[in-house]
C-alpha cells in the first residue's frame, strides 16, 4: 500500500526566500507525482504535474524534480511572496487513484 | 478557464439520513472521481468512474456509498445511511487525458 510523507509539516520563512519542499513516497511504480495547493477552507488547486517519465516540472517560480528511485519528490519556491501561504500537498498517481500526503503548511512573513 | 464546480458547499444531515452530493466535472472530461478530507486529516481517494461504470474504489466505499451520471454534465455521490464519521469534506475531480486532476473546492458535510 503506497504511504505518502511530506516533511516539513510546517515552514515559517521571510517574503524574499527560496524554499523546498518534501516529498516521499513508498512505492516507486507510480505513474504521475501531482503537487497541490490548499488555501484553508477551500478545494485543491493543482500546481505542478510529473510524470513518471520526467524528472522535473517549471511553471513560474515553481520547480517540481521526481526520483521514483528514491521514492522522492522536492517542490522549490523561488522568491516566496505573502500571497505563498497555504498548505502544499504532493500526491502520487498509481492506476486510478491518487494517494495523498499530509501537506506543508507554508507561511511566509511580511 | 473551465472548473470542477460542487454544490451544495455545505450540507448538514442527521445521522441515518441519505445525502446527494453534486459534481459538474469539466465539460470535456473523461475520468471523475470523488475524495473525502477528514478535518485535520489526509485527502483520501474514494471511487474512480470511466465510461459509466467504477474504474476503481477504495475500502472505504463501501455499500453505503454509490455513483451515477445520470446525465451528461453532473456526477454524483450518494450516501445512503449517513454516519457520524461520514462527516468531512468531499472533493470530486476530473480529467481528460493526461493524468493531471482537478479538483472542485468541496461540499463539507456535517452529519449530526
Known amino acids: 500500500k503506497q504511504e505518502v510523507t511530506q516533511i516539513p509539516a ?12 518534501n516529498c516521499s513516497f513508498t512505492d516507486s511504480a507510480i505513474y504521475n507525482l501531482q503537487w497541490f495547493r490548499q488555501d484553508p477552507g477551500k478545494g485543491l488547486t493543482s500546481l505542478l504535474l510529473i510524470q513518471s517519465s520526467q524528472r522535473e516540472q517549471t511553471s513560474g517560480r515553481l520547480n517540481a524534480s521526481l526520483d521514483k528511485s528514491s521514492g522522492r519528490s522536492t517542490l522549490y519556491i523561488a522568491a516566496s511572496q505573502p500571497g505563498d501561504s497555504a498548505t502544499y500537498l504532493c500526491a502520487s498517481g498509481s492506476g486510478s487513484r491518487l494517494t495523498f500526503g499530509e501537506g506543508t503548511q507554508l507561511t511566509v512573513n511580511p | 478557464e473551465p472548473e470542477v464546480t460542487q454544490t451544495p458547499s455545505h450540507q448538514v444531515t442527521q445521522m441515518g439520513q441519505e445525502v446527494i452530493l453534486r459534481c459538474v466535472p469539466i465539460s470535456n472530461h473523461l475520468y471523475f472521481y470523488w475524495y473525502r478530507q477528514i478535518l485535520g486529516q489526509k485527502v483520501e481517494f474514494l471511487v474512480s468512474f470511466y465510461n459509466n461504470e467504477i474504474s476503481e474504489k477504495s475500502e ?15 456526477f454524483t455521490l450518494k450516501i445512503r445511511s449517513t454516519k457520524l464519521e461520514d462527516s468531512a469534506m468531499y472533493f470530486c475531480a476530473s480529467r481528460k ?6 479538483f472542485g473546492p468541496g461540499t463539507r458535510l456535517t452529519v449530526t
Open chain 1, 10 to 21: 510546517a515552514l515559517s520563512v521571510p517574503e524574499g526566500e527560496n524554499l523546498v519542499l
Open chain 2, 60 to 74: 472505504i466505499f463501501d455499500d453505503q456509498f454509490s455513483v451515477e451520471r445520470p446525465d451528461g454534465s453532473n
Open chain 2, 97 to 102: 487525458d493526461s493524468y493531471e486532476q482537478y
